[in-house]
């Protein structure tokens, strides 16, 4: 699915994001809590960097609170990463 913005953020996606003032590039598939593994980049979706992510879509700047600072990250892309898919 792609809204006018681009390709939406959601569970089973995998994000690659920038960090607005370190620049560094990153990227973590978002997945159910039962299906996080933080060292094989799977983040659970209650996690607040997760949470914030998923109100997102690729090309979008968001502004999310986490628990040390508020960070600004720029959206570069959405992939679908369902196992199986």
């Known amino acids: 699915?792609?809204?006018?913005?681009?390709?939406?953020?959601?569970?089973?996606?995998?994000?690659?994001?920038?960090?607005?003032?370190?620049r560094e590039i990153v990227s973590y598939t978002l997945v159910p809590p039962e299906a996080a593994d933080p060292s094989a980049g799977r983040i659970s979706i209650g996690c607040p960097l997760a949470a914030g992510l998923l109100a997102g879509w690729e090309g979008a700047t968001l502004r999310i609170q986490l628990p040390e600072a508020l960070k600004t990250y720029k959206i570069l892309s959405v992939e679908e990463a369902r196992p199986g898919a």
């Open 1 to 22: 699915m792609t809204n006018a913005n681009g390709k939406p953020v959601a569970v089973w996606s995998r994000v690659k994001f920038q960090d607005m003032e370190t």
